[in-house]
């Protein structure tokens, strides 16, 4: 079982709406991250956050806005999303801020905008 | 260049076969070259990994085989059981927490 929580597992939402989407990790890990995946690709790193601290934005449209209320926990806040957002948005989370390459990924959340 | 090529996409193996997937990069800043394992509705999970300076690393069935000097490293599954069925990425690692992926290989592994 993964060590990596994701709340929810499913999300439908309309492109008016606020949502968000919450990870957890009690793994003692200092880096946190949301990837986003289409089917049948590879995940795209959205954001890393290095001991509480947004340290990688890859250029993410601002509907989509992250949160590191602590160590353990990483939120992900959706506003006004577009039909193409739909997609598996991943949280993981490392060690040692992603040196290793090492990620432990939770299961998902898959999104749907309608 | 940032990118890390796969192949094949897809991999059809006979049960107790080798299964053997590709992958080269350009970038010599990265520093660590991990393969992750996803089953359908479920995130990846971390295979093996090998860093640049080993040539090959072994782990049960699954073994890394790493060259430096052509830049490509590459993942053999050995006695390859349905079970193994997955979509296998690899990726590669720079400082600061970013790792790139592959395309992806579905593998199919018949009974």
């Known amino acids: 079982d993964t060590e990596v929580t994701q709340t929810p597992k499913h999300l439908v939402m309309g492109m008016t709406n606020k949502k968000s989407l919450k990870c957890e990790q009690h793994m003692g890990h200092r880096a946190m991250y949301w990837y986003k995946q289409k089917a049948k690709k590879p995940p795209e790193l959205m954001f890393v956050?290095?001991?509480?601290?947004?340290?990688i934005n890859e250029s993410v449209p601002s509907r989509f806005s992250p949160e590191c209320p602590n160590s353990s926990l990483l939120n992900l806040h959706l506003h006004a999303l577009q039909p193409e957002d739909s997609a598996l948005y991943l949280c993981?989370?490392?060690?040692?801020?992603?040196?290793?390459?090492?990620?432990?990924f939770g299961e998902g959340s898959r999104l749907t905008v309608l | 260049q940032q990118q890390v090529k796969q192949s094949p996409q897809s991999l059809i193996v006979q049960k107790g076969g080798i299964s053997i997937i590709n992958c080269a990069y350009e970038n010599t800043a990265f520093d660590y070259f991990p393969w992750y394992q996803q089953f359908p509705g479920k995130g990846p999970a971390l295979l093996i990994a090998i860093r640049p300076d080993v040539s090959e690393k072994k782990e049960g069935r699954f073994t890394i085989s790493f060259n430096k000097s052509a830049k490509q490293f590459s993942l053999h599954i050995m006695d390859s059981q349905p079970g193994d069925s997955a979509t296998y990425f690899c990726?590669?690692?720079?400082?600061?927490?970013?790792?790139?992926f592959g395309q992806g290989t579905e593998l199919s592994v018949k009974p």
């Open positions: 993981a989370s490392s060690q040692e801020g992603g040196a290793t390459g090492e990620l432990f």
């Open positions: 956050y290095s001991y509480e601290k947004l340290s």
């Open positions: 990726a590669a690692s720079l400082s600061g927490g970013k790792l790139i």
